[in-house]
C-alpha cells in the first residue's frame, strides 16, 4: 500500500475538511458579526445602505453591488445607491428583470452569463457603460419572513459566483433586514417630519396672502413642488356664471381658463365632491384629450380633489397632473386634501377681497369715465369723493378738492348749491335743478344739477351726493349734431373743427355686406316685411360695428359699406373689422333661429375686408355732402365681398388686411385671383372663427389637409391634390371649398394650362 492510501489517508482527508468547513463558518459568522456592529452604528437608510453594500461586495469579491428595497405604494423595486461611478436612485416594477424574479420567488440566483439570461435587462448597462458578466442575487427576508427587498452583487472578481458566495449573501440579508426595516421607518418619521414643518411653512405663507392672483400662484406652486408635479391648476367655482375658472395655471403660464362646472375631470370632482386619482389618463374615459392637442402637453396622470370650505361647502376643484417618477400615491391624495382644506379659508378670503376691490374698481372707474360732475360729501360737508368731470367744472386739481368744506367753492353765485343739499339733508328727499348756472374762475356753465341724499344699508344718513350736468353750448352743439352723423365724428368734429373733415389719404379697413338672394326675399315679403326686415338686420349690424369703434359710411339698397380707422385710427383697425365681421354673422346666425322658430325665412350674407390707402373726406355739392371715402381699396373690398359666392364663404378678407393682424384668428388660404378692373392679383383668404364644432366638425384636421391640397394644386399637381382633398371631405363633406377646388383640378387635367401658369384665378364678375 503506497503512502497516502488506505485508512490514515482518508482520516486526515475528512480532519482536512472538516477544518476547512470550520474555518468557513468562523469566517460567516465573523462577517455576520461585523454586519451586526456596522449596522448597529448607523441611523439613517442612506447609511444602512451604504454600509451593507460595502460589506457584501467586499465579503463576496464582487465589483459592483446594488440592494433594492420594495415600495408597496408603486410596486417598485428601487435603490437609492449603487457602488461605483453610478450613483443614483433605480425604480423599475417589482416582475421586472433578475431581481424582479427572486423577489417574487423568493429564491436566490446565480447567473454566470447575464446576457445569455432572458430575464437580465440591458438597459442599465446600455446607460451606464459597465458591463455585467454575472450576477448573485437573494432576497431580503425580515424576521417574520416577509421578503422586503433584494440584494444583488455583480461580476466576481476571481471565478465565479458559488453556493457559498448565495449562502453568505442571504445570511447577512437577514442579519441586515432589522437594520433595514429601521432605516426605513426613521427616514419615513424623519421624512414625515421634515414635510409636516415645510408644510406648516407653507400654510403660514399662503395663508397670509390677501390678493387672490398672488395666491392662486402660490397654491398652485407648491402643489406643483409638493406632490413632485409638472402642472398644476386651481379651479374655483363662480357661482353667478356656474363656470369653474382659474386665473393661473402653473407649468401653463398665467392666463384665465372657463369651462362649465359640470364638464370635465375638474368638473366631477367639483358636482361629486368624489377624488378621481387616474394613472393613465387616455385609459380613462372622462379623460379629455382636445386640450392636449391643443396645447402639445401629454398627460399621463391625473389627481384632482375638491376643495371645501369650512362649513362643507365644495368651492373648487384643484387638478395635478403628471406625478414625476410614477403615478400619484394615496400619500398625495391625502397630502394634497390636507393641503387644499387649510388653504380653503384663504381661497375664500382672497375671493372676498377680489370682489370687493373689483367693485371698488369699476365704481371708480365708472364714475371717472362720467361725462357729468360727481361730488359725495360726508355728513359733515366735506368733500369725499370727486370725480374727472367735476374736477373740471370746478377748475381744480384732486388735492385741492378732497377734503376740503363744500362751502370752500360753492360760494357768491354758487350758493344756491348749498342751499340744495341742506334741504335734501333735512327731507331726504333730491333735489333737481335743471338748467341752471355756475361759475367758477370766470368761466360759466350752463348746468343740471341733482342732488341726492345717502344712506348706509342700514338706512343710516352718511351724507349727500352732488351730480352736475355740463349742458353748455358745445354740449347743445354735439347732441343736435350726433342726430345726423356718428357721435364719434360729431365728438372728432367739435375738438377739431373742419380739418377733419377735409380730404386726406387715409390707411382704412374697409368693410362691404350684402345679403344673399334679396330679390326673392322681397317678392316673398313684400314692401313692407322688406322694410321692416331691413330695420332689424341693419339695427344688429350696425351694433356689431359700432362696439368694435367702425364708421358707418352708408346703406346701399341691402348692402352696407363702414370703415375702421377713419376719420381716426385706433391703432389696431384692421382686428376691430376682422372682429366685427365675426360678429355680424354670428350675431346673424342667433337671429335666425328666431325667425326660423317663427316660420320665417333665414337670411345669408356675405362679408369682404380690405386694407389700403383711401381718400376720406367730405364729397359732395354745397347743398349736400357726405363723409365718405373713394380709391381702389374700396372697390376691392366690394369684390371681396362679391367672392363669397364663388368661393362659398362668409367672410374673406385680403392679404392687405391678413398680414396687418395682430391677433390669432382660424384663418385658410383661398386663392390667388385678380377681381374685375385689376390686372395684379392679390391674395384672398377666409375666417372662420364664427364656426362651432357643430357647424364645422373636424376644423384641425379639415385645416392641415385643404393647406396641403391647395399646395399641391399651386404646384400643378392636381392629381395628388384631389387626392388629398377627397380625404378632407372625409372629415367634413359640408365644406365647399374642396369640392370647388376638385372641381377646378378636374378642369385642369383635361385642359392643361401652360409652362407659365402661376395658380392665379381671374374673377369675372363684379
Not at 369 to 396: F, H, P, Y
Request: hydrophobic share 40%; charged share 25%; aromatic share 6%.
Amino acid at each position: 500500500m503506497a503512502y497516502g492510501e488506505g485508512p490514515l489517508a482518508t482520516v486526515q482527508w475528512f480532519t482536512d475538511a472538516s477544518a476547512e468547513e470550520a474555518r468557513r463558518k468562523s469566517e460567516r459568522a465573523e462577517t455576520l458579526l461585523t454586519v451586526a456592529n456596522k449596522l448597529a452604528a448607523t441611523l439613517s437608510l442612506d447609511e444602512v445602505l451604504e454600509t451593507l453594500i460595502d460589506l457584501v461586495t467586499g465579503a463576496i469579491d464582487a465589483e459592483r453591488g446594488s440592494l433594492f428595497l420594495y415600495d408597496g405604494q408603486t410596486e417598485e423595486l428601487y435603490s437609492l445607491i449603487a457602488q461605483g461611478d453610478f450613483k443614483r436612485e433605480i425604480r423599475f416594477l417589482s416582475t421586472d428583470g433578475i431581481a424582479g424574479h427572486v423577489f417574487n420567488t423568493a429564491r436566490g440566483s446565480i447567473v454566470d452569463d447575464a446576457y445569455a439570461d432572458p430575464r437580465f435587462n440591458p438597459t442599465i448597462d446600455g446607460q451606464t457603460g459597465f458591463v455585467t458578466r454575472s450576477i448573485l442575487c437573494a432576497p431580503v427576508r425580515s424576521v417574520t419572513g416577509e421578503i422586503i427587498g433584494v440584494a444583488q452583487c455583480l461580476n466576481k472578481r476571481c471565478g465565479h459566483f458559488s453556493d457559498e458566495d448565495l449562502l453568505l449573501l442571504e445570511e447577512i440579508c437577514t442579519q441586515a433586514a432589522a437594520a433595514l426595516r429601521n432605516g426605513q421607518l426613521v427616514d419615513k418619521m424623519r421624512l414625515s417630519r421634515q414635510q409636516e414643518l415645510e408644510f406648516l411653512d407653507v400654510v403660514a405663507d399662503i395663508t397670509s396672502e390677501i390678493d387672490l392672483g398672488t395666491l392662486l400662484q402660490k397654491v398652485m406652486s407648491e402643489a406643483t413642488r409638493m406632490l413632485s408635479a409638472e402642472r398644476s391648476t386651481l379651479f374655483l367655482n363662480d357661482g353667478k356664471t356656474n363656470e369653474l375658472w382659474s386665473q393661473v395655471g402653473e407649468g401653463l403660464g398665467a392666463s384665465e381658463i372657463r369651462m362649465p362646472n359640470t364638464v370635465g375631470i375638474a368638473g366631477h370632482v367639483f358636482s361629486s365632491g368624489e377624488t378621481i386619482n387616474i394613472p393613465y389618463a387616455y385609459a380613462d374615459l372622462r379623460f379629455n384629450p382636445a386640450f392636449d392637442q391643443e396645447t402639445g402637453f401629454f398627460t399621463r396622470s391625473i389627481l384632482c380633489v375638491p376643495v371645501v370650505n369650512k362649513h362643507g361647502k365644495t368651492i373648487g376643484a384643484t387638478q395635478v397632473l403628471n406625478k414625476i417618477g410614477g403615478p400619484f400615491t394615496r400619500e398625495d391624495e391625502s397630502r394634497l386634501k390636507a393641503f387644499t382644506a387649510q388653504v380653503s379659508i384663504a381661497l375664500e378670503n382672497a375671493k372676498l377681497f377680489n370682489d370687493i376691490q373689483n367693485m371698488k374698481n369699476y365704481n371708480e372707474s365708472m364714475l371717472q369715465s362720467m361725462s357729468n360732475g360727481v361730488l359725495t360729501l360726508d355728513e359733515d360737508g366735506r368733500i369725499i369723493t370727486c370725480n374727472a368731470a367735476g374736477l373740471r367744472i370746478l377748475q381744480r386739481r384732486g388735492g385741492d378738492v378732497v377734503g376740503q368744506p363744500a362751502e370752500a367753492f360753492f360760494i357768491g353765485p354758487n350758493i344756491w348749491v348749498l342751499e340744495r343739499v341742506q334741504k335734501v339733508v333735512d327731507s331726504q328727499v333730491a333735489e333737481i335743478s335743471m338748467d341752471a348756472e355756475l361759475e367758477f374762475k370766470g368761466t360759466r356753465f350752463s348746468v343740471n344739477v341733482t342732488v341726492l341724499p345717502l344712506v348706509s344699508v342700514e338706512k343710516m344718513k352718511i351724507g349727500t351726493m352732488i351730480i352736475i350736468e355740463d349742458i353748455t353750448s358745445e354740449k347743445r352743439v354735439k347732441s343736435t349734431m350726433s342726430r345726423y352723423m356718428d357721435p364719434r365724428l360729431a365728438d372728432q368734429l367739435l375738438e377739431r373743427g373742419e380739418e377733419i373733415l377735409g380730404g386726406k389719404n387715409t390707411l382704412a379697413t374697409i368693410l362691404f355686406t350684402d345679403i344673399r338672394n334679396f330679390t326673392a326675399l322681397t317678392e316673398e315679403l313684400g314692401p313692407q316685411g322688406t322694410v321692416g326686415l331691413l330695420n332689424e338686420y341693419f339695427t344688429i349690424m350696425v351694433d356689431c360695428l359700432q362696439r368694435e369703434g367702425g364708421t358707418l359710411d352708408k346703406f346701399i339698397g341691402d348692402a352696407m359699406m363702414a370703415a375702421f380707422g377713419i376719420p381716426i385710427s385706433k391703432g389696431d383697425d384692421e382686428d376691430r373689422a376682422v372682429r366685427a365681421a365675426i360678429s355680424m354673422i354670428t350675431e346673424l346666425d342667433r337671429w335666425n333661429e328666431q325667425r326660423t322658430g317663427n316660420g320665417l325665412p333665414a337670411i345669408d350674407m356675405g362679408v369682404g375686408l380690405n386694407t389700403a390707402e383711401v381718400v376720406s373726406g367730405n364729397i359732395g355739392s354745397p347743398k349736400r355732402m357726405d363723409y365718405t371715402m373713394i380709391g381702389d381699396g374700396v372697390n376691392l373690398a366690394a369684390r371681396l365681398e362679391s367672392a363669397c359666392k364663388h368661393y362659398h364663404a362668409r367672410i374673406l378678407i385680403s392679404e392687405n388686411t391678413l398680414q396687418r393682424l395682430r391677433g390669432t384668428y382660424r384663418i385658410r388660404a383661398v386663392d390667388k385671383v385678380v377681381v374685375k378692373g385689376k390686372r395684379e392679383p392679390v391674395g384672398v383668404y377666409e375666417v372662420l372663427d364664427y364656426h362651432t364644432e357643430l357647424t364645422f366638425p373636424n376644423m384641425s384636421k379639415v385645416l392641415i389637409g385643404y393647406e396641403e391640397g391647395l399646395n399641391l394644386y399651386r404646384q400643378a399637381r392636381f392629381e395628388e391634390a384631389i387626392a388629398v382633398l377627397h380625404n378632407v371631405l372625409a372629415f367634413n363633406d359640408r365644406d365647399r371649398l374642396p369640392h370647388l377646388y376638385i372641381d377646378r383640378c378636374r378642369r385642369l387635367i383635361a385642359d392643361p394650362p401652360g409652362d407659365d401658369w402661376d395658380s392665379v384665378w381671374v374673377l369675372t364678375e363684379k
